[in-house]
């Protein structure tokens, strides 16, 4: 859908309305919009496609995963400085990245002058991350 279009449904110039004459007074039906055009599952937008662009400025929260480990409330009253918790990953296996509490890639740690950092190696298949969007 243009701009154009958009900008005549909000003004009402691209609804036809009707109009009749009854006892209790005029009654009106339903306008007619144009039929809009929804992409499936199967429908990839480039991240370049205006229809995007209002998500563009919206914030969401990336965090990377090491690893999981579970511990009784006893173990974790314990750590203290210098503590160390093991996960159940290898330091050689890649780490999750994971935005909006979804995981959309696989990288692996990097040091960038002090700071760390992450190279992607792995993006998840589109059509996965759209079916866990929807859970």
């Given at each position: 859908?243009?701009?154009?279009e958009?900008?005549?449904l909000?003004?009402?110039?691209?609804?036809?309305?009707?109009?009749?004459?009854?006892?209790?007074?005029?009654?009106?039906?339903t306008?007619?919009?144009?039929?809009?055009?929804f992409?499936?599952?199967?429908?990839?937008?480039?991240?370049l496609?205006p229809?995007?662009?209002?998500?563009?400025?919206l914030?969401?929260p990336v965090?990377?995963?090491?690893?999981?480990?579970?511990m009784?409330?006893?173990?974790?009253?314990?750590?203290?400085?210098?503590s160390?918790?093991e996960?159940?990953?290898?330091?050689?296996?890649?780490?999750?990245?994971?935005?909006?509490?979804?995981?959309?890639?696989?990288g692996?740690?990097?040091?960038?002058?002090?700071?760390?950092?992450?190279?992607?190696?792995?993006?998840?298949?589109?059509?996965?991350?759209?079916?866990?969007?929807?859970?």
């Open positions: 859908m243009t701009q154009e958009i900008d005549a909000i003004s009402g110039a691209g609804m036809e309305t009707k109009t009749s004459d009854t006892a209790k007074g005029v009654a009106i039906d306008p007619n919009f144009p039929k809009m055009e992409g499936g599952e199967s429908t990839l937008y480039s991240p496609d229809k995007l662009e209002l998500l563009f400025d914030q969401l965090s990377i995963e090491l690893g999981r480990t579970n009784l409330i006893r173990e974790i009253l314990r750590l203290g400085r210098g160390v918790i996960f159940d990953k290898l330091v050689s296996e890649p780490v999750d990245v994971l935005i909006n509490g979804k995981k959309v890639a696989e692996e740690v990097v040091v960038i002058d002090k700071h760390f950092g992450i190279r992607i190696t792995t993006l998840v298949d589109p059509s996965d991350r759209l079916r866990s969007m929807k859970r």
